[in-house]
């Protein structure tokens, strides 16, 4: 089951090894990691793209991030109404010639040109992860020399449905 | 109680160090034993230790592993954190051992580490290690002070985290130049955990759940473990077990939690647990489960763990609930607040004569046993008669393997809080350090550690606390000349190919003993020990005895690796 879990923390040193030593220790395979500050000072917010066996799994994996001093809240968002996106920087071999061809397919994707040198350019999109997924699809024939993603980072939507098949995970389920 | 001692160093002008504002902190929080060793990076406490005067006992323990678990027995007895000190890089390395001891069966443990400079941290200096590396896997906490102005609230979180929820080991990491460093006004101690608010409460919907389920219940089981220890809660286990008739059963470290002798505890169960506790967990129809974490060793093969029962698990450490075992009725909760709540619902017993004669009868058709030779001693024989030379009222400590298990079934205990073994990470030579904790902690108690010959050999230098400190702890060395646990299981799943595990080249134990001014004697027959025994253990001097017992004696019954809980060898035939 590939899942979305945030997690708010306590920005403080050593935090990013402890959930990351703990999810490794437990044995978790974490597919992306994305980290920054939030709106309020000294916390910062985490979200993991994690693939997990069963939700045996995936609870075993909230309750052990929650038990983390520094940890503050731990929340599994897949099943709820979210927005998500992903950052992908692409150097794309290219000459003069396939510029404009190149422009062209990245359009639809909404992705721009941010870095052009003699032999190649660099794109970035932001997006889903099937969006991303497909653009790198597209370009790979041209020759992909460098690419770089900084995966998944969500939350919560402003408003969410009425009736939401919520799964909870909270012990008192 | 309130610390009057006040240091004489101290006065309201002078402005502080780090060190002293540690020991500040240390005496805010009640400690009054220390346990520790000196070096390069911590001399700055050292210094401020000295000077404190008699605020603290200082235990120098003769390597950092013993100050550790002498720690642990310490914790584990009084219930109180077991402060250590150690310095950067190789002092605290030693502790690693002990630091994942205590977190594997959750004990309050404060560790200081010191640690380089702020400066040089990074550059390997001399002694430098990564102390918060090594140890973030193995600890509840850990912190690496970064001015000096945390450093008070720090230690106080420190002793909070360690001591409350599920106890664990917290680790303090103090570069040097914190503790050199003065500080003109005096740092807030405030602090707030907004990450950290266990639930010590249960859901009074799933206490309701309980007791319905208990309702309907015609072979329920209390399975009580540490969690009982941790939660002060044996009175009011034994309060509910009595109330409902409710048959008990132990994990490791729930001996002691109800009294061993009562007609409703049918002993330890898991691998080498008696049948009776053993059946009782295969046949029961609701398992209720106070604070244990349902550990491989206590389930065997979890497929047959309890296939019938609905399960109900309580435990102040939500993590647990569910992990190994799955639960349908979970209580996160301290033990006590739940085992209260439990005992104001009133609730119609359920009939359980005729489970508990059932049961009642595997402890009378299969009891533990052993065959008993004319003149050499089997360990099981010795044990029972260290059981009844103390009464059943030692505080009795372990390492791990053979001797452990023979302890653990045939020393009964009546109390709590008398058990002192390494469960969890399985040290060996935990025993003996672990008993100097302990009777430092219980000065008057009388405190039997029980230790294998390889055991022993591995922290046996702290025999020179026994010597400064005159400690009257007592050594069994349960001495079989070999890795007994080892030896046991190549003999069973290795076609007795007893690869490095026959211990045949051994110091002189009474002579070692005697090197150290400790008394030291010999028993090599069940008359000797009839004898001898008896006074050794009566004394008021510490003693360590070489009891040499038969090398082929195995621990039964077992639950093989792979097996039901169900599938024992080795029962009474």
Not at chain 2, 300 to 318: M, Q, S, Y
Not at chain 2, 460 to 488: D, T, Y
């Amino acid at each position: 089951m590939r899942r979305i879990v945030t997690a708010t923390v306590q920005n403080r040193s050593g935090v990013l090894n402890r959930v990351t030593g703990l999810l490794a220790k437990r044995q978790f395979n974490i597919e992306s990691i994305s980290v920054g500050r939030t709106e309020a000072e000294g916390i910062s917010k985490m979200t993991f793209v994690v693939d997990v066996e069963d939700e045996r799994k995936l609870e075993q994996l909230t309750k052990q991030l929650n038990k983390q001093i520094d940890v503050l809240k731990v929340s599994d968002i897949t099943d709820k109404a979210i927005v998500a996106s992903e950052l992908a920087l692409i150097r794309v071999v290219s000459n003069a010639q396939i510029r404009n061809e190149i422009q062209g397919i990245i359009e639809p994707f909404r992705a721009s040109i941010i870095d052009i040198s003699k032999d190649s350019l660099t794109v970035q999109v932001t997006g889903k992860q099937e969006k991303i997924e497909a653009l790198i699809d597209l370009l790979r024939p041209y020759g992909i020399k460098e690419l770089a993603r900084t995966g998944l980072t969500a939350f919560l939507r402003g408003q969410q449905p009425q009736v939401a098949e919520m799964k909870n995970y909270s012990i008192l389920k | 109680m309130k610390v009057e001692a006040k240091p004489h160093y101290e006065s309201q002008t002078k402005p502080k160090s780090g060190a002293d504002l540690l020991v500040d902190a240390l005496i805010q929080e009640e400690v009054k034993t220390i346990f520790g060793y000196p070096g390069g990076a911590v001399l700055p406490i050292y210094d401020a230790l000295y000077r404190s005067g008699d605020a603290f006992h200082h235990v120098l323990a003769r390597h950092e592993q013993g100050s550790i678990h002498a720690a642990e027995g310490f914790a584990r007895v009084t219930g109180k954190p077991g402060v250590v000190i150690a310095t950067s890089g190789p002092g605290a390395t030693n502790l690693i051992t002990g630091i994942a001891d205590a977190m594997m069966d959750s004990l309050p443990i404060v560790v200081f580490t010191g640690q380089v400079a702020r400066g040089v941290i990074g550059t390997d200096a001399f002694q430098e290690a990564d102390v918060m590396g090594i140890t973030t896997p193995i600890t509840k906490h850990n912190y690496q002070v970064q001015s000096l102005a945390d450093l008070p609230r720090i230690v106080k979180e420190a002793f909070h985290i360690a001591s409350t929820g599920r106890p664990g080991p917290v680790v303090v990491d103090i570069p040097k130049d914190i503790s050199t460093e003065v500080d003109e006004n005096p740092p807030s101690v405030e602090f707030s955990l907004p990450g950290y608010q266990p639930n010590l409460k249960p859901n009074p919907l799933q206490i309701k759940k309980l007791t319905d389920a208990m309702a309907q219940a015609k072979k329920p089981v209390l399975l009580a473990g540490a969690g009982v220890h941790h939660g002060k809660a044996s009175e009011e286990l034994r309060a509910f077990a009595e109330q409902h008739s409710l048959p008990v059963v132990h994990t490791l470290h729930g001996l002691g939690t109800f009294p061993g002798s009562h007609s409703l505890s049918f002993g330890m169960a898991g691998m080498h647990g008696t049948y009776a506790a053993n059946m009782a967990l295969y046949e029961c129809d609701l398992l209720i489960n106070i604070g244990s974490r349902f550990d491989d060793r206590l389930t065997g093969k979890l497929e047959h763990f309890a296939p019938n029962a609905t399960v109900a698990h309580i435990d102040v450490d939500p993590a647990e609930i569910g992990k190994n075992v799955p639960t349908q009725i979970p209580i996160v909760s301290d033990s006590k607040a739940a085992l209260e709540a439990l005992l104001k619902n009133s609730v119609s017993s359920p009939s359980t004569e005729k489970w508990y004669k059932k049961l009642d009868n595997y402890r009378d058709e299969y009891p533990l046993w052993y065959n008993n030779p004319e003149t050499d001693m089997v360990p099981q024989w010795l044990m029972k008669k260290v059981h009844s030379y103390t009464k059943g009222d030692a505080i009795v400590t372990t390492d791990v393997g053979q001797h452990q298990m023979w302890a653990a079934q045939y020393y009964k205990l009546e109390k709590p809080n008398r058990w002192v073994t390494s469960g969890g990470l399985g040290t060996m030579g935990f025993g003996f350090p672990a008993a100097i904790g302990a009777q430092l902690a219980a000065p008057d108690d009388k405190v039997v550690a029980v230790v294998g010959d390889g055991g022993f050999q591995m922290t046996l230098q702290e025999l020179s606390l026994l010597q400064e400190l005159n400690l009257p702890v007592k050594v069994i060395i349960v001495n079989n000349q070999a890795l007994g646990m080892v030896r046991q299981w190549q003999e069973s799943f290795y076609e007795k190919r007893y690869s490095e595990s026959i211990l045949s080249t051994q110091p002189d134990f009474v002579k070692l003993a005697e090197s150290y001014n400790v008394k030291g004697m010999r028993i090599e027959s069940q008359q000797d020990l009839e004898e001898r025994l008896p006074d050794a253990l009566a004394s008021n001097e510490p003693v360590v005895v070489d009891c040499r017992v038969l090398q082929q004696e195995n621990v039964y019954p077992m639950i093989a690796p792979g097996k039901g809980i169900h599938e024992m060898i080795g029962v009474k035939p």
